[in-house]
């Protein structure tokens, strides 16, 4: 049983990173005419509302988004994501956060494509209704790690394939692994883009061992921590894996990290990171 909401958490630091790496990888394809596809294989429910009752009990979305939100003179990096958000909050009053299928869906153009599953019986129906009237977008309650097999290569042989699992399960450290490299056989040009939570760093450092031995190269790591590890319980820090990422990215990330740590933690605890794990 999925247990899992992303009500909870959506808008917090970690969404900041993920939607702002996500937002750049778009823009970045969207250099080129061709289409590409947009393969989101946890999707979440689209769009939250954060006066609503799993986002104020947390009250994440305040230290994410909210000190985003007010903020003046933003480093252009962070652009396509706020304007996506904006979208969503044309009055100006931060009341609702696009997960990644609405950034994507925010984002895309006419002609290309996104793919989203979504397995949680509350949050499938959510998806599936924000997304009746886009007919660029096919929208399956179904297991995200089977459509790096069956939906790859996309027929545009250009895309983003956003892997977003909750890690309620332990297994999902190593599925997230097993999916790559079964994506990766079928469309090796393709840029995946993984999110990972540090609760446990070892848990991390496996991870990361495990991709450098599937022989994959160009494989990026981006940290942003907003306390030190910890043995306690909790998410200290998260991170966006990016296998062949647009040339770009490493220096935009580069650019805009320090800003969003000091930002995002004004006490300065944490730290941020841009690493190959595999270079060239
Ligand atoms: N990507 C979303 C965003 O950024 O807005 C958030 C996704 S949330 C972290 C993870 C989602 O994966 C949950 O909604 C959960 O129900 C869903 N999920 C869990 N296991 C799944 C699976 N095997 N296939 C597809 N979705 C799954």
Redesign the pocket.
């Known amino acids: 049983m999925?247990s899992?909401?992303?009500s909870f958490?959506?808008g917090n630091h970690a969404?900041v990173l993920?939607?702002t790496v996500?937002s750049l990888i778009i823009e970045s394809l969207k250099e080129k005419e061709k289409p590409f596809l947009y393969l989101?294989?946890?999707?979440?429910?689209?769009r939250?509302q954060l006066s609503g009752e799993h986002a104020e009990r947390t009250g994440e979305y305040l230290e994410g988004i909210g000190r985003l939100w007010q903020q003046d003179n933003l480093p252009e990096e962070l652009a396509p994501y706020l304007e996506a958000v904006h979208a969503f909050n044309r009055t100006g009053t931060l009341r609702y956060y696009?997960?990644?299928?609405?950034?994507a869906r925010h984002l895309l153009r006419d002609y290309d494509k996104l793919h989203l599953?979504?397995?949680?019986s509350s949050?499938y129906p959510l998806l599936r209704s924000e997304f009746q009237k886009d007919e660029r977008a096919k929208v399956l309650k179904?297991?995200?790690?089977?459509q790096l097999k069956s939906q790859l290569p996309p027929l545009s042989r250009r895309g983003l394939i956003?892997i977003?699992?909750?890690y309620?399960m332990k297994t999902?450290y190593q599925?997230v692994v097993k999916g790559i490299q079964e994506g990766y056989k079928r469309f090796a040009t393709g840029t995946y883009a993984l999110?990972y939570p540090v609760v446990i760093r070892q848990q991390i450092k496996r991870m990361t061992r495990d991709l450098e031995a599937t022989g994959i190269r160009r494989i990026l790591q981006i940290e942003l921590a907003v306390r030190p590890d910890s043995d306690q319980r909790g998410m200290t820090a998260s991170g966006m894996i990016v296998i062949n990422p647009p040339w770009k990215l490493e220096q935009q990330m580069n650019n805009v990290l320090p800003w969003l740590h000091k930002t995002l933690v004004p006490t300065g605890n944490g730290h941020t990171l841009v690493k190959w794990i595999v270079p060239e």
Not at 40 to 46: C, F, M
Not at 98 to 103: D, M, N, R
Not at 117 to 120: A, D, Q, R
Request: proline share 10%; net charge negative.
């Open positions: 999925l899992y909401r992303h958490h959506a969404d993920k939607h996500q989101d294989t946890h999707s979440g429910a689209g939250y696009p997960g990644s299928p609405l950034i599953t979504e397995l949680h949050d179904a297991d995200g790690y089977q956003l977003d699992p909750p309620e999902d599925d999110w």
